[in-house]
């Protein structure tokens, strides 16, 4: 990269005050009002190097080894934002406050890109497990099928603007610090677009786009996280007399089950036994999202013991492995007995010798609470 204290002829230490009488000096040798259009070249490169140096934190940054892109190049429209400025482009930043005209080979461009639009899309636990395709509406500028996005009524064209000769700037007079000098500026007739539209498409407006609404198919990846935004390219905002769409956010929300809670990539769900089932043990059909399994209950199973079922949770992304399945086990002590229930449990608790009662710590929170809140 050209050294810009080189450019101007002055120490890495200078003043501010000398940068300034510097690029006095040098824009007055080169300025193509004075010494012809061929030190075109030149002097936007000193004016590029004073406009940078002059300023205490545009320095700092070029001295920091930053590029001339630094700073807020106020681009009004066309596409610079981003970075990437050229010579150009900071040269008529500088001169003309109106923010460039557009690439940096000088050429106009017609119309204004698209603005990307954010649509959310609900999916359901079993979409999240398994991956699905889902068509979603969306409301936006779509390019007008009228005049195909240039915005002049059909048998009509777009034509170069009269007043800048299809350049998009204009020059005019300025009184500056080096005296009177020429300014470049967008073309107040065609706000710089360099063509004019004399008959513009009816349907809309001249605008080249139109609100539609369209069916859009996105795919939703198995494994995929409540809230991630799934990028398409090109399907947002249509530009404004063909210039490019913006790009479609869609963003997944899950709708939680009523069976299963997810946590990562396993699934959680709940069950209640009686207490003699669970005391005896058993076999009993869970209906999952993969269709219905078979599950043993063992005998002696705990309040709170968790059955797990390998492979049965939500698919992990960029892998073929699937999360496990817990299934939580609640047991149900009767709240009412009859006279002959009760004379049995009497037996049965004499029986064990149980009369004792110890104290344990409690357990508290609801189930799905407990999963649910920290996902
Ligand atoms: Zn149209
Ligand atoms: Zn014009």
Redesign the pocket.
């Known amino acids: 990269m050209t050294d810009y204290y080189e450019l101007l002829g002055v120490s890495r230490d200078a003043s501010t005050e000398d940068i300034r009488r510097a690029y006095r000096k040098k824009a007055r040798e080169l300025h193509p009002d004075y010494a012809g259009p061929e030190s075109e070249d030149a002097f936007k490169s000193v004016s590029m190097a004073y406009e940078v140096l002059s300023d205490p934190e545009k320095r700092q940054r070029y001295d920091l080894g930053g590029g001339p892109g630094m700073g807020n190049g106020s681009a009004g429209y066309g596409g610079f934002q981003g970075g990437g400025f050229g010579f150009q482009d900071i040269f008529e930043t500088m001169f003309s406050n109106m923010g460039g005209f557009g690439g940096g080979t000088g050429a106009p461009q017609y119309g204004r890109p698209g603005q990307d639009t954010l649509v959310a899309v609900e999916v359901s636990l079993r979409d999240v497990v398994f991956g699905a395709t889902k068509e979603i509406l969306v409301d936006s500028a779509m390019t007008c099928t009228t005049c195909s996005g240039s915005g002049a009524a059909p048998g009509t064209t777009p034509v170069t ?1 009269v ?2 000769s ?1 350049t ?1 700037s ?1 020059t005019r007079v300025q009184n500056t610090l080096l005296g009177q000098m020429r300014v470049a500026t967008a ?1 107040p ?2 706000q ?3 063509q ?1 539209i004399p008959t513009p498409c009816s349907e809309c407006h001249g605008e080249g786009r139109v609100q539609a609404s369209r069916s859009v198919t996105v795919e939703i990846p198995a494994g995929v996280e409540n809230g991630t935004r799934i990028r398409l390219r090109g399907d947002g905002q249509a530009g404004t007399r063909g210039a490019p769409s913006g790009d479609l956010y869609v963003e997944v929300r899950e709708v939680p089950d009523p069976m299963f809670a997810r946590r990562g990539n396993d699934l959680n769900t709940s069950i209640t036994v009686p207490m003699t089932t669970a005391a005896l043990g058993t076999r009993f059909t869970l209906q999952t999202l993969d269709g219905d399994q078979q599950v043993d209950i063992h005998p002696g199973t705990q309040p709170g013991e968790v059955i797990t079922i390998k492979g049965l949770g939500v698919k992990r992304l960029r892998s073929n492995s699937r999360g496990d399945l817990h299934i939580h086990v609640e047991v149900e002590v009767p709240r009412k007995l009859d006279a002959e229930s009760k004379s049995l449990l009497e037996q049965l608790a004499a029986l064990r010798g149980e009369a004792r009662v110890e104290p344990v710590s409690s357990r508290s929170g609801g189930f799905f609470d407990k999963f649910r809140g920290k996902r």
């Open positions: 603007c007043e800048c299809g998009g204009v073309c007739r065609c710089g677009q360099g004019t």
